[in-house]
């Protein structure tokens, strides 16, 4: 199974098992035969589908996510705002946050076998802006 084809917890699943126990480059070399985009936009996809209005009650930002990969800099904005949760390409004008990750360490991130503040430590997590943002929003998505 590939994460292109499977519903959103199998999906997961599926990227787990891409990036569990797999090197970066052939974590990169997958990426690359799925599309990098293409993989990217499916795993902001469930990050919509993830996120949890009643946890994020009040709150409003506008998120970048940075990806670098070896094509160069996959950006995602995330607006929150309203009990909503969209992800739109690119980048934003003025993100109240932006959080940037090799493509690996992302997916590794997401996928849940990189710990944000690890990450953040060993400086793998670059963040820019409200770095307390970063902390608190990871309470507004189911894992």
Known sequence: ??????????????????????SDDEITKAAEELGIDTLLDQVFAGMEQAFQPDKAAGQNAVVQWDVDAPDGKHSRTVHIADGTCKVEPGGAESPRLTLTLTLPDFLRFVAGQLDGMQAF??????????????????AWFAT
């Open 1 to 22: 199974m590939t994460v292109s084809d499977a519903s959103t917890d199998d999906a997961r699943n599926a990227l787990a098992e891409l990036v569990e126990g797999h």
């Open 121 to 138: 430590m060993s400086g793998k997590l670059k963040l820019g802006g409200d770095i307390m943002l970063a902390q608190t929003m990871q």
